[in-house]
Nanobody, 122 residues
Framework: QVQLVESGGGSVQAGGSLRLSCAAS????????MGWFRQAPGKEREGVAG????????YYDASVKGRFTISQDNAKNTWYLQMNSLKPEDSAMYFC???????????????WGQGTQVTVSP
C-alpha cells in the first residue's frame, strides 16, 4: 500500500506563491504517475498537474498552465507543486495522488494523500 503525505499549504495573497510537497512511502511501484488534484467547497475534485516519475511530459489543467509547475525528486520519492501568480479561485484543498497508466488522464490516479489547504486572499 502506498502512503502519501502532503505539506506546504497555507494562506497567501493574490499574486503570491506556494510550494506543495508530497512524500510517498510504502509499496510504490518502480514507475508510476504522480499528480496533484484540488477540491474547492461545493465543487468536484479536479486534476491540476501530473507526470511520470521517470520524467518527461507534464500535464496541466488549462486553469493553471503557465503558473503551476510539477517536479520531482525521485531519490526522496517526493514530488512538488510550485504555484505562482496565485488567484483567489485557486483556493482549495490540494491532494497529491499516485497511479499508473497514462499520467495525463486524471482517472488513472487511485492513491491519495490527506490533503493540504491553500487559501488565496484577494
Amino acid at each position: 500500500q502506498v502512503q502519501l503525505v502532503e505539506s506546504g499549504g497555507g494562506s497567501v495573497q493574490a499574486g503570491g506563491s506556494l510550494r506543495l510537497s508530497c512524500a510517498a512511502s510504502g509499496n510504490t511501484y518502480s514507475t508510476y504517475c504522480m499528480g496533484w488534484f484540488r477540491q474547492a467547497p461545493g465543487k468536484e475534485r479536479e486534476g491540476v498537474a501530473g507526470t511520470w516519475n521517470g520524467g518527461g511530459t507534464k500535464y496541466y489543467d488549462a486553469s493553471v498552465k503557465g503558473r503551476f509547475t510539477i517536479s520531482q525528486d525521485n531519490a526522496k520519492n517526493t514530488w512538488y507543486l510550485q504555484m505562482n501568480s496565485l488567484k483567489p479561485e485557486d483556493s482549495a484543498m490540494y491532494f497529491c495522488a499516485a497511479g499508473q497508466g497514462f499520467c495525463g488522464s486524471w482517472t488513472q490516479y487511485n492513491h491519495w494523500g490527506q490533503g493540504t489547504q491553500v487559501t488565496v486572499s484577494p
